[in-house]
T-cell receptor, first 112, second 116 residues
């Protein structure tokens, strides 16, 4: 059973700080990784994708991938109260049918 | 920007009743996915279509759930009879092709089901 694990939180950070969200996955053959943001009562929204080891930056967001350690992270710089949401890590499973395997999500609270 | 349409947004139903959800994918998208997200958990794939054919329904509780995509365009997910444990958000997504999820895909707004 392929798994994606996240700490459920909540992770509380003060406004303006860096929020660090972490995710580990069990399938060493995974190649595509995604971060989704989900506000309460809303559907998930894709915010970052990463496919290669290293860092990928997009505005205030940086995704980091370490395939050897089977570890993905998301950094949010200059956190804002509007960033308060649940962040879902997803791994694209291509071993059978093509689908996402999601973690349970980490709830982030940015304190004003 | 093209969107995945879902209806209804909210549904409250009594235990043992039948309920149905509808999804209209982005125009031209061949692959359609239904996910279920129980509160506090991540989405889990229920069924995946390629055109009108089911590609994966291994996690669909087939004794009570059914899904169809008769003309390979819009899709309906049905639950009969509904149980309390079916309370969840039901999410639909689509991608241009079977492997299109490698670029990430967009979810519809979802249907929030409450079974009482």
């Amino acid at each position: 059973q392929k798994e994606v694990e996240q700490n459920s939180g909540p992770l509380s950070v003060p406004e303006g700080a860096i929020a660090s969200l972490n995710c580990t996955y069990s399938d060493r053959g995974s190649q595509s990784f995604f971060w989704y943001r989900q506000y309460s009562g809303k559907s998930p929204e894709l915010i970052m994708s990463i496919y290669s080891n290293g860092d990928k930056e997009d505005g205030r967001f940086t995704a980091q991938l370490n395939k050897a350690s089977q570890y993905v992270s998301l950094l949010i710089r200059d956190s804002q109260p509007s960033d308060s949401a649940t962040y879902l890590c997803a791994v694209y499973d291509t071993s059978g049918t093509y689908k996402y395997i999601f973690g349970t999500g980490t709830r982030l609270k940015v304190l004003a | 920007e093209a969107e995945v349409a879902q209806s209804p947004r909210y549904k409250i139903t009594e235990k043992s009743q039948a309920v149905a959800f509808w999804c209209d994918p982005i125009s031209g998208h061949a692959t359609l996915y239904w996910y279920r997200q129980i509160l506090g958990q991540g989405p889990e794939l229920l069924v995946q279509f390629q055109d009108e054919s089911v590609v994966d329904d291994s996690q669909l509780p087939k004794d009570r759930f059914s899904a169809e995509r008769l003309k390979g365009v819009d899709s309906t997910l049905k639950i009969q009879p509904a149980e309390l444990g079916d309370s969840a958000m039901y999410l639909c997504a689509s991608s241009p092709k079977l492997t299109g999820g490698a670029d990430g895909y967009t979810f519809g707004s979802g249907t929030r089901l409450t079974v009482v």
